[in-house]
């Protein structure tokens, strides 16, 4: 399922800058995750501060409407009982609201890396599961001329984080960069 979903984001980017009326840009980004957990048996988690960094591509298309594709790597912990690591994947359609904003929605796919797991928490780790489905929807504001960008963006959990666990995760980035 994963280099199925891979072969098609890398073979929609492709056609995306084959068809692009613009210049792309090309460029970076990091910052802030604030993620919670909801769904049964997580009531009591709070809000936690995990990071997240990557790589963007933009390709603008006609009529103040571009897609913006990338790929980070992002932590989403969950207090006193793990740090998740996933590969995140937003493709996102931009609507270009004055110069220099932009809207952005779309989806978010979550291939999970890694599980950084308490001790306590033993079994945990073995319901997680490998791929994710999140909807994002935010905002970026790049400055003009030296192409740096600020991002606030809230992510959706459409799908489960466990198993057998009614548990979605939902987080708040906020992201600064430079495209080229």
């Given at each position: 399922?994963?280099?199925?979903?891979?072969?098609?984001?890398?073979?929609?980017?492709?056609?995306?800058?084959?068809?692009?009326?613009?210049?792309?840009?090309?460029?970076?980004?990091?910052?802030?995750?604030?993620?919670?957990?909801?769904?049964?048996?997580?009531?009591?988690?709070?809000?936690?501060?995990?990071?997240?960094?990557?790589?963007?591509?933009?390709?603008?298309?006609?009529?103040?409407i571009?897609i913006?594709?990338?790929?980070?790597?992002?932590?989403?912990?969950?207090?006193?009982?793990?740090d998740?690591?996933?590969?995140n994947v937003?493709?996102?359609?931009?609507?270009?609201?004055?110069?220099?904003?932009?809207?952005?929605?779309?989806?978010?796919f979550?291939i999970?890396?890694?599980?950084?797991?308490?001790?306590?928490q033993?079994?945990?780790?073995?319901?997680?599961?490998?791929?994710?489905?999140?909807?994002?929807?935010?905002?970026?504001?790049?400055?003009?001329?030296?192409?740096?960008?600020?991002?606030?963006?809230?992510?959706?959990?459409?799908?489960?984080?466990?198993?057998?666990?009614?548990?979605?995760s939902?987080?708040?980035?906020?992201?600064?960069?430079?495209?080229?």
């Amino acid at each position: 399922m994963k280099k199925i979903v891979l072969t098609l984001i890398i073979s929609a980017c492709g056609f995306m800058l084959a068809t692009a009326q613009g210049k792309p840009s090309f460029g970076f980004k990091a910052g802030l995750n604030f993620t919670d957990f909801n769904g049964d048996g997580s009531d009591s988690v709070d809000t936690s501060t995990g990071f997240h960094a990557g790589i963007v591509l933009h390709m603008p298309l006609p009529k103040k409407i571009g897609i913006q594709v990338e790929a980070m790597y992002s932590v989403e912990k969950i207090d006193d009982v793990a740090d998740l690591g996933y590969i995140n994947v937003p493709v996102l359609l931009t609507y270009k609201i004055i110069p220099g904003l932009r809207l952005q929605v779309g989806p978010q796919f979550k291939i999970r890396t890694n599980a950084d797991v308490e001790d306590s928490q033993s079994g945990f780790e073995d319901d997680l599961k490998d791929f994710n489905f999140d909807g994002a929807v935010g905002f970026e504001y790049k400055f003009p001329v030296i192409g740096v960008f600020a991002q606030a963006r809230y992510n959706y959990g459409f799908t489960d984080i466990q198993e057998d666990a009614d548990v979605k995760s939902n987080n708040f980035q906020l992201s600064v960069g430079y495209r080229f």
